[in-house]
């Protein structure tokens, strides 16, 4: 049973940047998605970052396109979230996840097919 491990959050100044990390329990040769989910205070879980292994395919939803970026570093078993020019909207509770093996990266779009989840980190911008 795979186990994520969020890390990295804080209360930061709006226009910063912010790096979040998740720490993966075990090295998966299979191809899967992994991704950065969000739920801000009284609002839904929303996705906002996916990463195909097999092809390295990273997509963002548009409310952090431009200013948030999705990488994964193999040998560490770890996925990143660097955001920058973090702004006010952007304080939620932010998740890690994953997903059982996947054949596309186009998997990575379905929110149900994300099965391993971390305890997720909290990210407070002011203004």
């Known amino acids: 049973q795979m186990q994520l491990s969020e890390s990295g959050g804080g209360s930061v100044q709006a226009g910063t940047s912010l790096t979040l990390s998740c720490l993966s329990s075990?090295?998966?040769?299979?191809?899967?998605?992994m991704a950065w989910f969000r739920q801000a205070p009284g609002k839904e879980r929303e996705l906002i970052a996916t990463?195909?292994?097999?092809?390295?395919?990273?997509s963002y939803a548009d409310a952090v396109k431009g200013r948030f970026t999705i990488s994964r570093d193999r040998p560490k078993n770890s996925l990143y979230l660097q955001m920058n020019n973090v702004e006010v909207e952007d304080t939620a509770i932010y998740y890690c996840?994953?997903?059982?093996?996947?054949?596309?990266?186009?998997?990575?779009?379905?929110?149900?097919?994300?099965?391993?989840w971390g305890q997720g980190t909290q990210v407070t911008v002011s203004s």
């Open positions: 996840a994953a997903t059982r093996p996947q054949a596309s990266h186009r998997a990575c779009r379905e929110d149900y097919k994300y099965f391993y």
């Open positions: 075990e090295y998966r040769g299979t191809d899967f998605c």
């Open positions: 990463f195909f292994t097999g092809t390295r395919t990273p």
